[in-house]
C-alpha cells in the first residue's frame, strides 16, 4: 500500500505551506480544506481558493526525490493524475501522455509548475 501525502501550495505568498503545518479538514469523499497551523498564517485573511493541493504519487525519482502532483521531469513534462485511466501520469506538452513507470530508473525532478507563475 503506498504511502499518502499531500503538499499545498500558498498562491498569494507563492511559497509552500511547510509540511507539518497545515491539516485537511475532510468534507466528504474527495473535498478538503486546507488549514494553516503555523504562527504566519494566525492573523491572515485567507481562502481556499489560495491553495492548490499537490499529491505525492507514491514514488521516488533516481534521486530519491519524492515526485508529487506539479512536479517537471528532466524532459520537461509535468507530473499529473489522469481521470480516464485513474492513475498519474507525466505530460508532455503535443506528445500523449505517458504512464510513470519506474520512475527510480530514469526520471529526475527538476523544478515544478508552481514555481514559474
Do not use: L
Amino acid at each position: 500500500m503506498r504511502e499518502f501525502k499531500f503538499r499545498a501550495w500558498d498562491r498569494v505568498r507563492k511559497q509552500y505551506v511547510s509540511q507539518g503545518e497545515f491539516v485537511f479538514r475532510e468534507y466528504g469523499e474527495a473535498s478538503f480544506e486546507v488549514i494553516p497551523n503555523c504562527q504566519e498564517y494566525v492573523y491572515v485573511n485567507y481562502k481556499q481558493e489560495d491553495f492548490i493541493i499537490e499529491e505525492y504519487i507514491g514514488r521516488k525519482d533516481r534521486n530519491g526525490q519524492e515526485i508529487f502532483e506539479g512536479d517537471i521531469d528532466q524532459d520537461g513534462g509535468e507530473v499529473m493524475w489522469n481521470p480516464d485511466t485513474c492513475q498519474f501520469v507525466i505530460n508532455y506538452e503535443g506528445i500523449e501522455m505517458q504512464e510513470i513507470e519506474d520512475p527510480e530508473d530514469w526520471c529526475e525532478i527538476v523544478g515544478n509548475v508552481n514555481y514559474k507563475n
